[in-house]
């Protein structure tokens, strides 16, 4: 009797999985931005080729990003970044986001006194 519920609850518990990783899985849309740019038929959706073409751009840009990283922040050339370099990556990608969020603020300001 035991087994029988234990086996039962297995069950269950695999089948709620299942079906929580098809329902997260259909829920998975593409931006808005993304489907202005691959959406080449026009038709609202992206069919396998849009699919396709826009995961091969997703995946180019990011290895442009890793190459650029590589180029600007391995100092001793040894083809990846260790500890150190990762770190000053760190604190250029905080300050620019700092420079930005100043400059947001600024215009914020700015557009508020002429109000």
């Given at each position: 009797m035991?087994?029988?519920a234990l086996g039962f609850l297995a069950l269950l518990f695999t089948v709620t999985l299942a079906s929580?990783?098809?329902d997260s899985a259909k829920e998975k849309?593409?931006?808005k931005q993304t489907m202005e740019?691959?959406?080449a038929n026009k038709d609202g959706t992206l069919d396998d080729t849009?699919?396709?073409a826009a995961k091969a751009e997703a995946a180019a840009k990011a290895?442009?990003?890793r190459e650029a990283n590589l180029a600007k922040y391995d100092a001793n050339k040894d083809g990846?970044?260790?500890d150190a370099e990762k770190a000053t990556m760190k604190a250029d990608h905080e300050a620019a986001q700092a420079a930005k969020?100043?400059?947001r603020e600024a215009k914020k300001a700015a557009k508020e006194e002429k109000q």
């Open positions: 035991l087994r029988l929580a990783k098809e849309k593409p931006s740019k691959h959406d849009e699919k396709a290895k442009a990003t990846k970044l260790d969020k100043a400059e």
